[in-house]
């Protein structure tokens, strides 16, 4: 009778066992089809989610670019106009400037001195020279006036010229002019001298001196720059209304499902692989 229980038993035990290894090789079945859903759902989520930082990246790049705009045109502003970049010192280019306030007999006024400009345009340049009268044939005095291009009178030399009243290096050298003559019966008051009158304002981008930016002007410059960039990107970044927080939250929503789905296939592997050491440690509990 003892006998015939054991038999039962052992019997009892090998179907146990069997249906046992059963669940286990559907669970080793469905482990190794989770890991390759697994595998597969990486390479997916690895796409995607250079996709997401290429969309991320783009929204920045749309949001900094108008702050890029703005201030490579203040910057560049600022620059055509003074010469000057922020946060660095720059060497100052300062040209040789020439004027000249001159009148025969009258008030002579001239200085040499440097300062900023950044074309070579004259600013102004009067030049015009009456020459002694000539008692004509017909006893009239004549008095000729010259009227000097003053497109021509950016020198140094006429400079120089004029106030050493070297009247023959202007003749050699000036042939561009207006002349007026003027005829009467009475002698002019200082007929017998040339009367000059000359008034130039010149300078010479050649000639120059370089001096360092004080800190004070490169603050100036750099607050000026950062201000004007910053109301430039405000006014464009209003107007276009492009919101970067809800760019970047769309994003990540978007990526989201693909990241959530592959935490359900870890979990539920994860699941499977702890009832799979279950069972194979029940069942050998069984076989013993």
């Known amino acids: ?49 250079c996709i997401k930082n290429l969309k991320i990246f783009r929204s920045i790049c749309n949001f900094t670019a108008p702050l890029i705009v703005s201030s490579s045109v203040v910057i560049g502003s600022t620059y055509l106009i003074s010469s000057r970049l922020p946060f660095i010192k720059d060497n100052i280019h300062l040209s040789k400037v020439y004027s000249l306030d001159y009148e025969t007999n009258g008030k002579i006024e001239s200085y040499e001195h440097y300062e900023s400009k950044n074309s070579d345009e004259l600013e102004n340049c009067e030049l015009t020279i009456s020459f002694p009268a000539i008692l004509n044939d017909d006893n009239y005095y004549e008095r000729i006036t010259r009227y000097y291009d003053e497109d021509s009178l950016d020198s140094v030399e006429l400079y120089k010229a004029i106030l050493s009243e070297d009247i023959e290096y202007i003749n050699a050298n000036y042939t561009e002019y207006d002349e007026e003559q003027v005829v009467t019966d009475y002698f002019p008051s200082n007929a017998d001298d040339y009367i000059i009158k ?38 464009i970044h209003y107007l276009r209304k492009f919101r970067l927080c809800n760019s970047l939250n769309e994003i990540k929503e978007g990526y989201k499902p693909v990241v959530d789905y592959l935490d359900c296939l870890n979990k539920e592997l994860e699941e499977k692989n702890e009832k799979l050491l279950s069972l194979s440690k029940g069942g050998n509990k069984n076989v013993r």
């Open 1 to 49: 009778m003892s006998r015939r229980k054991t038999r039962k038993q052992k019997i009892k035990l090998q179907q146990k066992r069997a249906i046992i290894n059963k669940e286990i090789k559907l669970l080793e079945e469905d482990i190794l089809e989770l890991q390759k859903k697994i595998e597969e759902q990486k390479k997916i989520n690895l796409k995607e989610g």
């Open 198 to 235: 000359a008034n130039l304002d010149f300078y010479v981008l050649e000639d120059y001196i370089l001096r360092e930016e004080s800190d004070l002007e490169n603050n100036f410059y750099t607050i000026l720059d950062i201000g004007g960039s910053l109301g430039v990107f405000a006014a």
